[in-house]
């Protein structure tokens, strides 16, 4: 079973720029969430989608915004890049029932590292 | 709001010895309590999950963990190291199952395995 795929793996921005990073969930899985590392601030929630629909989101301005698709397939942009930006963003999916409710396990991709410069 | 606390930002045991990695939670409802595990250039690796069952709760690699709501403690332990386990170790906590996807990381433990 394939895992999240996540692409690209590494990119180089400018600030003021924008960037769109995308994420393939497992199989099967239609919640996905996305998390920033970063060596300052640690793993920080951004969002989660499920059924194309925004259900969490964290504490994060504006220019962070994602969507899902019909197949689970999940892209987050961020717009006018600024130098804090730069970080591991990570993308995980996990199960979830009809009703709603996670099985508390979530599937982590190696994640899209940006830098910007 | 919830928030994990992990003491000691790098830990260094020696290949065979106990590993203890240390895990403190802050939640006003009964938490959902997680370990994953980061190798290198990778991403997060479940380790095991407490969920309001068993409070000893055990997990892949020979990893386990016991929820001890007293001490609002959720410790790591392996009873042998591994050079294979040296990796950084973050805890994590969710309120329920709705929003178990919006975890709270804590700021992560460096395991380092010496020969």
């Known amino acids: 079973k394939a895992g999240v795929t996540q692409t690209p793996r590494y990119l180089i921005k400018t600030r003021g720029q924008q960037v769109t990073l995308s994420c393939s969930p497992i199989?099967?899985?239609?919640?996905v969430s996305w998390y920033q590392q970063t060596p300052g601030q640690g793993l920080q929630f951004l969002f989660e989608?499920?059924?194309?629909?925004?259900?969490n989101k964290g504490n994060f301005p504006g220019r962070f915004s994602g969507r899902q698709f019909s197949n689970s397939r999940s892209e987050m942009n961020v717009s006018t890049l600024e130098l804090g930006d730069s970080a591991l963003y990570l993308c995980?999916?996990?199960?979830?029932?009809?009703?709603?409710?996670?099985?508390?396990?979530?599937?982590f991709g190696e994640g899209s590292r940006l830098t910007v410069l | 709001a919830q928030s994990v606390t992990q003491l000691g930002s790098h830990v260094s045991v020696s290949e065979g010895a106990l590993v203890l990695l240390r895990c403190n939670y802050s939640?006003?409802?009964?938490?959902?309590l997680f370990w994953y595990v980061q190798y290198p250039n990778q991403g997060l690796q479940l380790l095991l999950k407490?969920?309001?069952?068993?409070?000893l709760v055990k997990g892949i690699n020979g990893f386990e963990a016991e929820f001890k709501k007293s001490e609002t403690s959720f410790h790591l332990t392996k009873p042998s190291a591994h050079m294979s386990d040296a990796a950084e170790y973050f805890c994590?906590?969710?309120?329920?199952?709705?929003?178990?996807?919006?975890?709270?990381f804590g700021t992560g433990t460096r395991l380092q395995v010496t020969l």
């Open positions: 989608y499920f059924s194309e629909t925004q259900r």
């Open positions: 995980a999916s996990s199960l979830r029932t009809s009703g709603g409710l996670n099985t508390g396990e979530l599937f």
């Open positions: 994590a906590v969710s309120d329920n199952t709705r929003t178990a996807s919006k975890l709270t």
């Open positions: 407490y969920t309001s069952a068993a409070t």
């Open positions: 199989s099967g899985h239609r919640s």
């Open positions: 939640s006003s409802v009964p938490p959902y």
